[in-house]
């Protein structure tokens, strides 16, 4: 019986017998004081001033720790698709289907394959954007390992909420991130730059004496930096759930450091078309104590956190600030140069941004393994925390923890917020 049974059933049970109903309030955050935050419709919506066609706009979603197979972002495309207006394939509410080409991603040193999955979601309106979903499946390379390190033999009868939690909880989900922070992270990063170098159109090259490939046959396109309001910008939202935001932000950093010329600039090109990133259950404060360094430095200003540990990319070294959750996403999304349709050079501006940078954090207060994200206000970015009960409290005193951490896509009130936006504290309607 897994965790999600045991409470499910058990919290149906009292629920019930009481004659309630499981709800909670929703609490947001930001560090501009700004209870206001832009949702997905607003990315496909199709600026008031564009002529003609408009380029589509893309999702790059990646799950978090546990075991996970190529639905989990079934939900979330249907939500998009009917929310939004959007058709998956088919009249009527869409009903996703498992893509027939996916494309297969085989790490060097891998214990299994990783899937990247691609949902096209097409408008009938001239004032939405088509949508194209790139979803990375990268459980099954962690599933074998564990099963095989972790198995126990039996040793007796454990108390069946202890038994689930083990179980779904410490082995499924907190081994995933035990391996992540040891050496097998570097494979597990590479398999997300792989994933990366298709979401650019490009195909991935190992480079010799480097982590990050080179992602060759990357259309121009995607190199040339398009201002905001250019009917070929084609916007971008990134989607992470739990571990997941920690392997996509430092696998973007090291892909902007490329040594490779064309597959910096692309990626540049795509930290100037992010306009706003959205994190399901974070965990960067918890895991960034994987790089902890005693050692302390100042850089333009007092230091009040760690430095960055031999294990963090060279680009990063010895910069303070850049071992803070907010900094390691403004690294991944901010700054630098980028290249310009007249062929020059340039560092970045504010006529190829849609505003600043938007960094949402939805959790729920009862997930054990979630942790605030850092409100770092600053020119280039805002940051909101978004807290939404998921997981219904026991008589305020227990909650289930599994889905608390994971059920964020099922669950409507978060979906309203991530789909719709907020204005002063209220979800906004779409």
Known sequence: MTVQDLFGRTSSAVLLALGLTACGSTHIHSSDRDLSFNGLQKLVAVPENA????APARIFVIHGMGFKDRTYVWPLVAALSNRLNLSCGGPGPCVPQLPANPIIIKTAGADGEATLDTYELKSSSPRLRSVEVYALTWAP???GIKKKELAEPDIGKRALINKALKEDLMKDGFGDAVLYVGTYGRVMRETVKHALCHFVGGTPKPMPQSETPDCEGIPAKRIITQRADAPGREPVALVSFSLGSMMLYRSLTDLRASPSPSTKAAFDALAASTDSVYMMANQVS??????????????GRESTGPVLSSATPPDQAGQTVANEPAAMVLRALRGGAVLRPDGAVRPMATDIFNGRLEVVAFSDPNDLLSFEFPMDDNADARFVNVYSTIAFPWFNALANPLKAHTGHVSDDTVMDFFLCGAKSGEVLSC
């Open 141 to 143: 390379m962690t599933i």
């Open 286 to 299: 918890l895991l960034q104590l994987g790089e902890w360094s005693a050692a302390r430095e100042s850089i």
């Open 51 to 54: 002529s003609g066609p408009v």
